[in-house]
DNA sequence: TGATATCCTACTTGCGAGGTAGGTTTTCCG
DNA sequence: CGGAAAACCTACCTCGCAAGTAGGATATCA
C-alpha cells in the first residue's frame, strides 16, 4: 500500500465538499456521518488541507468549510500532497525547488545511482496523473470508467 | 513515502545481479558490500525474490544467486509486486484475478466509490510505467566496471 | 446566553518496516 | 575427508508513525 487511509479520507471529504457545494459552509460533523468516519480524526485531516489553502473554514455555530476554489480549479495532486506531505515514490527521491528529481543516494558525480530513472519514471507518472485529475471530475458519478 | 526501503534496496540487489550476470553466481556478502546494506536483511529480500522466480539460488561454496531470466525479459512490475507484495496506491483497491480494478467500499451496486476512479487512474499509471521499464534499462547507464 | 462549530494540543495504541541473531543444510575445494 | 563458504530458515527485537482519542479554548449565530 502506498498512500495513507489519511489521503483516502481526505480525498473523500474534499469530493463531499466539492458536491454538497453552496453558499453556506458544510459542517464536518455531516460529512463523519454521512462518510461514516470519525469527527475528531477528520479535524486532523482537514487541518493539513486548510493549512495547504484548499478550503475554508467557518467558526462557530451554522459554520463549516468550503472549497477556496471551485472544484474544476484544484487538481488532486493538489490535494494528494497536502495530505500525504509530498509526492514521492521513495525515501531517496525528492523535489528541488526547480521541480527537478533530487536522488539523495547521489552524493558522488560519479556514482550515478542506477535506479533513479525508474523513481524518476514512477515519480512522473503519478504526479502527471494526479494532476490531470481535477476534483470536479470525482464528483459526477459515472458508473465504472475503468482504464 | 510510497514504496519501502525494502522495495528500493531489492531492486539495487537485482540491478548488480543484472550487471555482474555471467557463468558465475554471485554471492549476498559481495552484494552487501559493494551496495553497503546489511547482510542479513538482503537475505530476506532475496528470499522474496526467489519465491517471484526471479532469481535462483546456488548454495554451498562458491554458491550465490543467479537471474532466473536474462535481464531483458524482466519488467520491474515484476520485481516491485515480488518486494511488496502487490501494487496498488491505496486499501481499497486491489486486482482481481482477470486483472479488473476492485474497490472494497464499493459493497453496493448503488454507491459507486467517486474515488475510485481516481485510485484507478493512478494504479494504471504505475504499472504501466513498471511494466514499461525492463531490468535491462537500469543497468546500461554506468560506465562498465572493471571486469 | 447557549448551542454549535472550528481550532488547538496532548496523549494513546497497534502494527509493520527495518534489522539482528543464530542456527541448519548444502556444496565446493584443498 | 573436513573445513569454509554460502544459501536457507525461524525467531526475535525495536522504534517510528499512522490512526484514533480526549479535552479544552475560541468564535459565531440565533
Redesign the pocket.
Known amino acids: 500500500m502506498m498512500f495513507?487511509?489519511?489521503t483516502e479520507y481526505g480525498v473523500r471529504v474534499m469530493v463531499e465538499l466539492a458536491r454538497r457545494n453552496g453558499d453556506s459552509p458544510v459542517?464536518?460533523?455531516d460529512i463523519a456521518a454521512s462518510e461514516e468516519l470519525?469527527l475528531?480524526?477528520l479535524?486532523?485531516l482537514?487541518?493539513r488541507l486548510?493549512k495547504a489553502g484548499l478550503v475554508e473554514?467557518?467558526?462557530?455555530?451554522?459554520?463549516?468549510?468550503l472549497l477556496s476554489r471551485p472544484a474544476p480549479n484544484i487538481s488532486m495532486a493538489e490535494v494528494v500532497e497536502a495530505l500525504e506531505g509530498s509526492i514521492a515514490p521513495i525515501e531517496c527521491i525528492s523535489q528541488d525547488a526547480d521541480g527537478g528529481v533530487v536522488c539523495s543516494r547521489e552524493t558522488d558525480v560519479d556514482h550515478v545511482c542506477p535506479t533513479k530513472l525508474l523513481w524518476t519514471r514512477v515519480q512522473g507518472s503519478i504526479v502527471s496523473t494526479l494532476q490531470d485529475t481535477r476534483l470536479s471530475d470525482l464528483v459526477q458519478q459515472r458508473p465504472a470508467v475503468a482504464a
Chains 1, 2 share one sequence.
Open positions: 495513507s487511509t489519511r459542517s464536518l460533523t470519525p475528531a480524526y479535524e486532523h482537514v487541518a486548510r473554514g467557518r467558526r462557530g455555530a451554522r459554520g463549516g468549510y
